[in-house]
């Protein structure tokens, strides 16, 4: 989770022309060596890592649970109890209460649907900003 968030993080910056000190640019490279391609899936551009975090969602109408069931560099897949509209911004904090939780922005791009009920039950989301200093 420290690595992905730390990844999209420093890729984020560097993409939007902010200076990197040349600690983060060797950490960013790093990164993107661990992180980038998946050798079990080349048509991915991400590797992604396995997860079942709890996670809550900041809805319109308040917080909504959630869990975060994988992740990569570049987004997440999130099991939610109600759908969320492709295209949708979202706030998603992951963690365990009482250590450290990661605060994530990002954006709906896909919704899969529980194929016993046909109601939405995870959504695909692509990181737009993980500002390091929201990390709480």
């Known amino acids: 989770l420290e690595c992905c968030y730390r990844y999209a993080y420093l890729k ?4 939007a022309g902010l200076r990197l000190t040349p600690e983060e ?4 490279e790093s990164l993107q060596q661990l992180l980038e391609g998946d050798p079990e899936h080349p048509s991915r551009q991400h590797r992604r890592f396995a997860l079942s975090l709890q996670a ?5 109408d308040g ?3 959630a869990r975060a069931l994988n992740i990569s560099g570049a987004g997440m897949y999130l099991a ?3 759908e969320i ?8 904090k992951v963690g365990q209460p009482g250590q450290v939780e990661y605060l994530f922005s990002g954006k709906v791009v896909r919704i899969a649907a529980d ?6 039950s ?3 989301l692509t990181f737009s900003c993980v500002p390091l200093e929201m990390r709480r």
């Open 12 to 15: 984020g910056r560097k993409q």
């Open 25 to 28: 640019r060797e950490s960013l």
């Open 56 to 60: 809550v969602r900041q809805a319109s």
């Open 63 to 65: 917080l909504c649970s």
């Open 80 to 82: 939610v109890p109600q």
């Open 85 to 92: 509209p492709v295209g949708a911004s979202v706030q998603v």
């Open 115 to 120: 194929p016993t009920t046909e109601q939405p």
């Open 122 to 124: 995870a959504v695909g």
